[in-house]
């Protein structure tokens, strides 16, 4: 556990707030503290001793972690980093929350990856290329075992390992820093040459670790394959669809027109009003904040309703997760699908 | 007080928790910080009214605050007292299109009012490099300026009318919503650019024009920042008044492009972006003219137009990310705002130099070419004492270099704490009286943002 934030990261703040109107929790309350600024200055009053650390617990927990900061910011603060910092700071002991030591229990070890995947109808074990590796993810290969399916399918020349670990984002986002890491440096030797996820969140803390080279998100690797796609047929007309974004993908990776671009062959593509921002998922958020994590997606929720979509794609599980469960509790009766899924039906 | 707040405005509208108040100890400016004793976030002009009223009869200093991103510490709480957050008083009241006029609440951001009345083809002028996220009580508090000063004027020339309430707790309503309204002095011109010190704006309504079909723009390298400021000078008395006139030096330039990656020609030693707004051809021929006069200029490297809108829209957003981009080469950026005869900017930029050689200091600077505003900005590391020093001096000297021109001392950031001490210097003993005098009479209690302005 490191006592301190990383004082060259904290200097890059110069306070101008051009991420207040980026950030999600800012325009819930329009309260400085659920700022990225305001939280920057709060870690400074921390590192100086001017604040105990205790009084950044509940701004460490509100904090989505979406990044969407870190795009708009031009002095290039890396405002994931702090916080994870913050977390790893805070989240210690009985602080730590009791659904995330369950969760790390699990994806910490061999024996939980084995029993996640026990029976799962995910992506079956192959050698393909020995330099392409396709990652099946922690909860994602227990929850939508089809999308690594999907995955596995359209491109056979890339090798599915089952004996794999967990990518470690789970830990670094929630007060195991170093122990994440370490989980991407193992996933990252077990697995050689480029990896491949379905998943943006562990793209982004993946590639932070061993390098963005070595990671390619699904959607990247798609747009670089010479493949075609037919239109997604529903009742003898073509699917009317948006996407949701992956905020680690977007505001750390930048990657956002290759899945654009895949679902414009794919339908009707129609862009969701603010489709860039979180949806309230946010890794463990939906389940350690569960009211704050409603009043992000309530918008998002109306929105795509309004625009009477067939599906929206997502680029991460969590996302699935989220809106699944958001867009059935409104009773809109848009699908959500990983985009994997999407271009398996039109490749079919 | 904190009890008392609470029955005034509601408990939910009152924070005094350390996280609360330590978030709100300093706003954009530097080396500025000081903790308030309680964040009250007002729903309506009559919660204002009531906080005023208590803080008179309690004598607790109140401070006004936007989004906090100004630039002269005129929001920092440096003796305790009561933040007055007006972010929730966030409402777009009306957009009037036939009188060309919004009226609005004070928390609204000055980019949102603009998106606003864009469907209504009008815009709203001042556009801050801050505009995002400033908000338009904050823009009128400051007189805040932007990018288009010079055929536009700045946000002085924008506000029509204001709620406000002074210093005693009376409501009063200046202006209105007419162009012309002569009917007494001219108290909102007095208000804007108050810095919050004479009263709190609660509703404002701001003049609307028509929003330009067609923009144009371009960018022109040069050996050197004095070249670019001589080139601005050719371009206006050739007898165009252009929307937008921006120049880098080769500081600024390196550290823009590192952020933003345009291409732009890091070699240069400065960059000068020219632009206009208008119809159609007449936008054109004002950019071509310029850029012709542009090439025959001395020490001229190159010039090209921007092919597209959307290349243009990245050089304005580029050079508004001026200063962060320049944030990345340093633990400590001072920013200042000094505004210049146009003429005379040549020999101000080239002085502003050699500061920056005598005392070993990187100094990158930018500005509005246009109307004089240059923002020269020290760069340096906050934990070497013998650099702040250094910065300090530089500085002074950069202020008295600017009165030495007849220039001022802050073209659009304002005065508040940072820049009080030479405010006489500038004005002059007679008019800092005058200044005294008059918040005296707004504000007798001294308790609206006391230690800056008149107080």
Same mark, same amino acid.
């Given at each position: 556990m490191s006592?301190?934030?990383?004082?060259?990261?904290l200097d890059?703040?110069?306070s101008?707030?051009?991420?207040?109107?980026?950030?999600?929790?800012?325009?819930?309350?329009?309260?400085?503290?659920?700022?990225?600024?305001?939280r920057?200055t709060?870690m400074?009053?921390?590192?100086s001793?001017t604040?105990?650390?205790?009084?950044?617990?509940?701004?460490?927990g509100f904090?989505?972690?979406?990044?969407?900061?870190?795009?708009?910011?031009?002095?290039?603060?890396?405002?994931?980093?702090?916080?994870?910092e913050?977390?790893?700071?805070?989240w210690?002991?009985?602080?730590?929350?009791?659904?995330?030591?369950?969760?790390?229990?699990?994806?910490?070890?061999?024996?939980?990856?084995?029993?996640?995947?026990?029976?799962?109808?995910?992506?079956?074990e192959?050698?393909?290329?020995p330099?392409?590796?396709?990652?099946?993810?922690?909860?994602?290969?227990?929850?939508?075992?089809?999308?690594?399916?999907?995955?596995?399918?359209?491109?056979?020349?890339?090798?599915?390992?089952?004996?794999?670990?967990?990518?470690?984002?789970?830990?670094?986002h929630?007060g195991?820093?170093?122990?994440?890491?370490?989980?991407?440096?193992q996933?990252?030797?077990?697995?050689?040459?480029?990896?491949?996820?379905?998943?943006?969140?562990?793209?982004?803390?993946?590639?932070?670790?061993?390098g963005?080279?070595?990671?390619?998100?699904f959607?990247?690797?798609?747009?670089?394959?010479d493949?075609?796609?037919?239109?997604?047929?529903?009742?003898?007309?073509?699917?009317?669809?948006?996407?949701?974004?992956?905020?680690?993908?977007?505001?750390?990776m930048?990657?956002?027109q290759?899945?654009?671009?895949?679902?414009?062959?794919?339908?009707?593509?129609?862009?969701?009003?603010?489709a860039?921002?979180?949806?309230?998922?946010?890794?463990?958020?939906?389940?350690?904040?569960?009211?704050?994590?409603?009043?992000?997606?309530?918008?998002k929720?109306?929105?795509?309703?309004?625009?009477?979509?067939?599906?929206?794609?997502?680029?991460?599980?969590?996302?699935?997760r989220q809106?699944?469960?958001?867009?059935?509790?409104?009773?809109?009766?848009?699908k959500?699908?990983?985009?994997?899924?999407?271009?398996?039906?039109?490749?079919? | 007080?904190?009890?008392?707040?609470?029955?005034?405005?509601?408990?939910e509208?009152?924070?005094s928790?350390?996280?609360?108040?330590?978030a709100?100890?300093?706003?954009?400016?530097?080396?500025?910080?000081?903790?308030?004793e309680?964040i009250?976030?007002?729903?309506s002009?009559?919660?204002?009214?009531?906080i005023?009223?208590?803080?008179?009869?309690?004598?607790?200093?109140?401070?006004?605050?936007?989004?906090?991103?100004?630039?002269?510490?005129?929001t920092?709480?440096?003796?305790?007292g009561?933040?007055l957050?007006?972010?929730?008083?966030?409402?777009?009241l009306?957009?009037?299109?036939a009188?060309?006029?919004?009226?609005?609440?004070?928390?609204?951001?000055?980019?949102?009012?603009d998106q606003?009345?864009?469907?209504?083809?009008?815009?709203?002028v001042?556009?801050?490099?801050?505009?995002?996220?400033?908000?338009?009580g904050?823009n009128?508090?400051?007189?805040?300026?932007g990018?288009?000063?010079?055929?536009?004027?700045?946000? +002085?020339?924008?506000?029509?009318? @204001?709620?406000?309430?002074? !210093?005693? &707790?009376? $409501? %009063?309503?200046?202006?209105?919503r007419?162009?012309?309204?002569?009917?007494?002095?001219?108290?909102?011109?007095?208000l804007?650019?108050?810095?919050?010190t004479?009263?709190?704006?609660?509703?404002?309504?701001?003049?609307?024009?028509?929003?330009?079909?067609?923009?144009?723009?371009?960018?022109?390298?040069?050996?050197?920042?004095?070249?670019?400021?001589?080139?601005?000078?050719?371009?206006?008395?050739?007898?165009?008044?252009?929307?937008?006139?921006?120049?880098?030096?080769?500081?600024?330039l390196?550290?823009?492009?590192?952020?933003?990656?345009l291409?732009?020609?890091i +070699?240069?030693g400065?960059l000068? @972006?020219?632009?206009?707004? !208008?119809e &159609?051809? $007449? %936008?054109?021929?004002?950019?071509?003219?310029?850029?012709?006069?542009?090439?025959?200029?001395?020490?001229?490297?190159?010039?090209?137009?921007?092919?597209?809108?959307?290349?243009a829209?990245?050089?304005l957003?580029?050079?508004?990310c001026?200063?962060?981009a320049?944030?990345?080469?340093?633990?400590?950026?001072?920013?200042?705002?000094?505004?210049?005869?146009r003429p005379?900017?040549?020999?101000?930029?080239k002085?502003?130099?050699?500061?920056?050689?005598?005392?070993?200091?990187?100094?990158?600077?930018?500005?509005?070419?246009?109307d004089?505003?240059?923002?020269?900005t020290?760069?340096?590391?906050?934990d070497?004492?013998?650099?702040?020093?250094?910065?300090?001096?530089?500085?002074k000297?950069?202020?008295?270099?600017?009165?030495?021109?007849?220039?001022t001392?802050?073209?659009?950031?304002?005065?508040?704490?940072?820049?009080?001490?030479f405010?006489?210097?500038?004005?002059?003993?007679?008019?800092?009286?005058?200044?005294?005098?008059?918040?005296?009479?707004f504000?007798p209690?001294?308790i609206?943002?006391p230690?800056?302005?008149?107080?």
């Amino acid at each position: 556990m490191s006592e301190k934030f990383s004082q060259d990261k904290l200097d890059r703040c110069i306070s101008c707030g051009y991420c207040l109107p980026a950030c999600p929790t800012y325009q819930l309350t329009g309260a400085e503290e659920s700022s990225p600024r305001g939280r920057i200055t709060l870690m400074r009053a921390v590192q100086s001793g001017t604040l105990e650390p205790e009084n950044l617990l509940a701004e460490s927990g509100f904090c989505l972690g979406c990044r969407a900061c870190e795009p708009v910011c031009p002095a290039g603060v890396e405002y994931g980093v702090l916080l994870e910092e913050a977390r790893e700071i805070l989240w210690q002991g009985k602080n730590q929350p009791l659904i995330i030591r369950g969760l790390f229990l699990i994806v910490g070890n061999k024996l939980g990856m084995k029993l996640l995947g026990l029976l799962s109808p995910m992506a079956k074990e192959r050698k393909s290329n020995p330099e392409l590796h396709l990652m099946l993810g922690c909860f994602e290969r227990r929850l939508y075992p089809d999308v690594s399916k999907a995955a596995a399918k359209l491109a056979p020349e890339v090798s599915v390992c089952k004996e794999q670990g967990c990518c470690g984002a789970l830990h670094a986002h929630n007060g195991e820093l170093e122990k994440g890491k370490e989980m991407a440096r193992q996933l990252g030797e077990q697995l050689s040459g480029t990896i491949i996820t379905t998943a943006g969140g562990c793209a982004a803390h993946l590639s932070s670790v061993i390098g963005r080279d070595r990671v390619k998100e699904f959607s990247e690797y798609w747009s670089t394959k010479d493949s075609s796609v037919s239109k997604v047929q529903i009742n003898g007309r073509t699917i009317r669809v948006g996407l949701q974004d992956s905020c680690h993908l977007r505001n750390g990776m930048g990657v956002t027109q290759e899945p654009r671009e895949i679902l414009k062959q794919l339908g009707e593509y129609v862009e969701i009003p603010n489709a860039g921002g979180c949806c309230g998922a946010a890794g463990s958020y939906s389940l350690l904040q569960k009211r704050n994590s409603r009043k992000v997606v309530s918008q998002k929720v109306n929105d795509i309703k309004a625009l009477n979509l067939d599906y929206v794609a997502t680029v991460n599980p969590g996302c699935t997760r989220q809106l699944v469960t958001e867009l059935r509790r409104a009773k809109v009766k848009t699908k959500v699908i990983h985009l994997a899924e999407l271009v398996a039906m039109g490749t079919k | 007080m904190i009890k008392d707040l609470q029955s005034l405005i509601g408990a939910e509208n009152v924070r005094s928790d350390s996280v609360a108040l330590s978030a709100y100890s300093h706003d954009a400016t530097p080396l500025f910080n000081g903790l308030p004793e309680v964040i009250v976030t007002p729903q309506s002009t009559s919660d204002v009214v009531k906080i005023v009223k208590y803080a008179a009869q309690t004598k607790t200093p109140i401070i006004p605050r936007g989004a906090g991103s100004n630039l002269c510490a005129a929001t920092v709480p440096l003796k305790g007292g009561i933040v007055l957050s007006l972010t929730s008083m966030n409402k777009v009241l009306e957009v009037n299109k036939a009188e060309m006029l919004a009226v609005v609440q004070p928390g609204v951001t000055n980019l949102e009012l603009d998106q606003l009345v864009e469907k209504e083809n009008l815009r709203f002028v001042p556009d801050p490099g801050s505009r995002n996220v400033s908000t338009i009580g904050g823009n009128v508090a400051t007189s805040a300026g932007g990018l288009r000063g010079l055929k536009y004027g700045t946000t +002085k020339n924008y506000i029509l009318g @204001l709620e406000a309430v002074l !210093g005693t &707790g009376e $409501v %009063v309503r200046t202006g209105g919503r007419l162009v012309k309204d002569v009917a007494g002095y001219d108290v909102t011109r007095l208000l804007v650019g108050s810095e919050g010190t004479l009263a709190v704006f609660t509703e404002i309504t701001v003049a609307l024009v028509p929003r330009p079909t067609d923009s144009k723009y371009g960018v022109a390298y040069f050996d050197d920042l004095a070249a670019a400021a001589a080139c601005v000078d050719s371009i206006i008395s050739s007898g165009v008044l252009p929307s937008t006139l921006e120049f880098l030096d080769n500081t600024c330039l390196v550290a823009v492009e590192e952020f933003a990656n345009l291409g732009l020609d890091i +070699k240069a030693g400065a960059l000068l @972006l020219f632009g206009d707004d !208008g119809e &159609g051809d $007449v %936008v054109a021929q004002t950019v071509e003219k310029m850029a012709e006069i542009a090439k025959k200029a001395s020490g001229i490297r190159g010039v090209t137009l921007a092919q597209d809108v959307a290349a243009a829209e990245a050089l304005l957003y580029a050079r508004r990310c001026s200063l962060p981009a320049l944030a990345r080469l340093g633990t400590l950026s001072i920013l200042e705002d000094i505004a210049v005869p146009r003429p005379a900017m040549a020999a101000v930029v080239k002085r502003i130099e050699a500061i920056g050689e005598k005392h070993h200091l990187r100094i990158g600077t930018f500005g509005h070419a246009g109307d004089g505003n240059l923002h020269p900005t020290i760069v340096i590391n906050k934990d070497d004492a013998e650099e702040v020093v250094k910065a300090e001096k530089a500085l002074k000297e950069i202020f008295a270099l600017a009165i030495e021109f007849n220039g001022t001392i802050t073209g659009e950031h304002g005065v508040g704490s940072a820049k009080l001490p030479f405010l006489e210097k500038k004005v002059g003993k007679a008019n800092m009286d005058l200044q005294r005098s008059i918040k005296s009479v707004f504000d007798p209690a001294n308790i609206l943002n006391p230690n800056r302005l008149g107080s």
